[in-house]
């Protein structure tokens, strides 16, 4: 089976680690498939997609963009083209779907109508697949985690594991497991339905670290920890 984490942040957006640390990190861990996701952007995956071309150890990319809505985030993943942010939901699933796109709703129950779009708008349809695994290091979405396993049961739609990583050292704390290790397996198996989420406890000292870094970067975390 492969493994792709389908979630992660670079410092095109907030990560604090840049496209090449991430990739990096994720051939550490096995990974065959890294879906870029930075947010409102495609910067950081199309950077991350020349890195991967020009070194075949690295994990393959997606390209990929976490979306700002008016009622949550979205991810879209096989982009080639930004998508403008702020616009409702369903829309940037339109759009995303327009360009071949798949469309994720991510963390769907963690702040819904904030961060998480919810179960109404997923019940409408038009999403691809579901996060059921988000990787962040937080109670509040521990949580918000099993809500949307118990909420995906209802909606049945494909799977997803994503780290959320915004530094290396979250990469593959979630992730999505397929049958195959290219990121054309992994659409396939998507789209099929044949995926599976996963994700795993961090080592202390790579929790520790995970925090400290990110929280350099944004202080608020230490004030508002998720």
């Not at 952007?41 to 997606?62: K, Y």
């Amino acid at each position: 089976m492969g493994l792709a984490d389908l979630h992660c942040h670079t410092t095109a957006s907030d990560g604090v680690s840049p496209p090449r640390a991430m990739l990096e990190a994720g051939r550490r861990r096995g990974l065959a498939v890294v879906a870029i996701t930075d947010h409102n952007t495609l910067r950081g995956a199309l950077a991350a997609r020349e890195l991967a071309a020009r070194d075949p150890s690295l994990p393959r990319v997606v390209v990929g963009a976490e979306m700002t809505t008016r009622h949550g985030h979205v991810v879209g993943l096989f982009l080639e083209e930004p998508i403008p942010r702020w616009r409702p939901a369903r829309e940037t699933v339109e759009r995303i779907h327009e360009q071949g796109g798949l469309a994720v709703a991510v963390h769907p129950c963690w702040r819904p109508g904030r961060h998480g779009v919810g179960r109404e708008l997923l019940e409408l349809g038009g999403f691809d697949a579901v996060e059921v695994r988000n990787g962040a290091p937080a109670p509040s979405m521990w949580r918000a985690n099993r809500r949307a396993a118990r909420l995906e049961r209802d909606v049945q739609l494909p799977v997803t594991g994503g780290s959320d990583a915004h530094g290396r050292l979250g990469v593959g704390w979630a992730l999505t497991e397929f049958a195959g290790s290219t990121p054309d397996d992994l659409r396939r198996e998507l789209e099929a339905g044949r995926t599976r989420a996963r994700g795993r406890v961090p080592a202390p000292w790579a929790l520790a670290g995970y925090v400290v870094s990110v929280a350099a970067r944004h202080p608020w975390l230490l004030r508002n920890p998720f």
